[in-house]
C-alpha cells in the first residue's frame, strides 16, 4: 500500500453540524419546508446540489442552483461561530502514515476553495499531497472519476491503493476504482450501510488505520 485516499467532511473533518445547521438556514432564509436532521446527514458527501435534489424533489434547476448559491454564503458566516473541528487521533493517524511513507490525498464533494481553506484552518494541509474536489470532476461520488484522477497523476496503481470514508458513496467509490476500502463509523454513515457498500474494512476510531496498513 503507498496512498491513501481520505474523504473529508465525516472522516477527517467534523463539520456535521456545520452542515445540517447551514442547510436548515437555507430552507428558512428560502421559504422551503425545514427538513430534519437525518434527511440532512443522509446527504452528506453528495455534491451540494445534488442534496437540495434530494432534499427538494421536484424542484427546478433554478431554484436548486439558488439553494445552493444561499447555502455558500450562510456556510461562511456559520463557521465563524460553529467553528468545525478534527474528529479524535485525526493529526496523529495522518503524521504516523506519513512517517511510514504514504501518500495522503483527500477525494470530496467539497469544492477547492471550501476544502482548502479547511485543511488549512485545521493544521493539517502539510499532510496532503493532493486533493480532487467537485469542481476537479464531471462525475461525482459514488463515480470513481475522483479516485482514478488521483491514481492517474499520482502514478499509483490501483492495488497500492486505499479509499477511506464514513459514507456509502465513498465505499462505492473506491471499488469502482479497484481499490481498497475501508469505512468509518464515526462520521455520517452507519455500520450496516457501510458493510452493504461492500467496505473491506470498517473501524471505529481512525487510527485503527495503522494496524491494517
Not at 84 to 93: A, N, S
Request: charge should be negative; aromatic fraction near 6%; glycine fraction near 8%.
Amino acid at each position: 500500500m503507498q496512498l491513501v485516499i481520505f474523504d473529508f467532511d465525516g472522516t477527517l473533518g467534523d463539520t456535521c453540524a456545520n452542515i445540517i445547521k447551514t442547510m436548515q438556514d437555507t430552507f428558512r432564509t428560502l421559504s422551503y419546508p425545514v427538513a430534519g436532521e437525518d434527511a440532512i446527514r443522509a446527504t452528506i458527501g453528495l455534491p451540494l446540489e445534488e442534496s437540495f435534489r434530494v432534499l427538494l424533489p421536484g424542484q427546478p434547476e433554478e431554484a436548486i442552483l439558488e439553494c445552493a448559491r444561499v447555502y455558500r454564503e450562510i456556510f461562511e458566516l456559520n463557521r465563524k461561530e460553529l467553528v468545525p473541528g478534527l474528529f479524535p487521533h485525526v493529526v496523529e493517524t495522518l503524521r504516523a502514515l506519513q512517517e511510514r511513507g504514504f501518500v495522503l490525498s483527500v477525494a470530496t464533494s467539497r469544492r477547492s476553495r471550501s476544502l482548502t481553506g479547511f485543511l488549512h484552518d485545521m493544521g493539517i494541509a502539510g499532510f496532503i499531497s493532493y486533493q480532487v474536489c467537485a469542481d476537479m470532476v464531471e462525475k461525482a461520488k459514488p463515480d470513481p472519476e475522483a479516485v482514478l484522477k488521483t491514481l492517474r497523476e499520482l502514478g499509483v496503481a490501483a492495488a497500492d491503493a486505499l479509499v477511506v470514508g464514513d459514507m456509502p458513496v465513498d465505499i462505492l467509490m473506491g471499488r469502482g476504482a479497484g481499490v481498497k476500502t475501508c469505512g468509518v463509523t464515526y462520521g455520517n454513515g452507519s455500520r450496516e450501510s457501510l458493510a452493504a457498500a461492500g467496505a473491506d474494512w470498517i473501524i471505529d476510531d481512525i487510527s485503527e488505520l495503522l494496524a491494517l496498513i
